[in-house]
């Protein structure tokens, strides 16, 4: 038995190196509503050690209810060797939507790779990297 009963993810954190050209990228890819957009200021803390303070930061919501929330660093691009965060998947309600995920990435000059099928898991897969890196993985049903 669970100790948490969750229905899943309210809010994922990404810390970008250049909060402007991130919010553009996010932006472009998604088109979510920001429901923060003002100045956000909090110590992130390790125990009791601050290990970063953010100033600002930007805060969507997915149609879901989900939060997507980008706070800036000064400490440089995406690291997929650090131990963290691997990367980001964003579901779409069909293949199809993923195929005119394709035309929208090549009018909006966004690279990426796939899509792929994934068939052990039932998904087709598309990846791009926003500008520090992070993968951000969209994926649909194959049925």
Known sequence: MAIIDSPGFADVHIIVSDMERAKDFYDKLFGWPEVAAKPIRYDAKIGSEVAATYDRGTVYRTPQGTLLSLHPTGIGAFD???????????????????????????????????PIEATEVGLALLAVHDPDGLPINLTAPLT
């Open 80 to 114: 997929p060797a650090i131990t963290g965060l691997d990367h980001v998947t964003f579901g779409v309600g069909s293949k199809a939507d993923l195929d005119r995920a394709t035309k929208a990435l090549d009018e909006a000059g966004i690279s990426y790779t796939g």
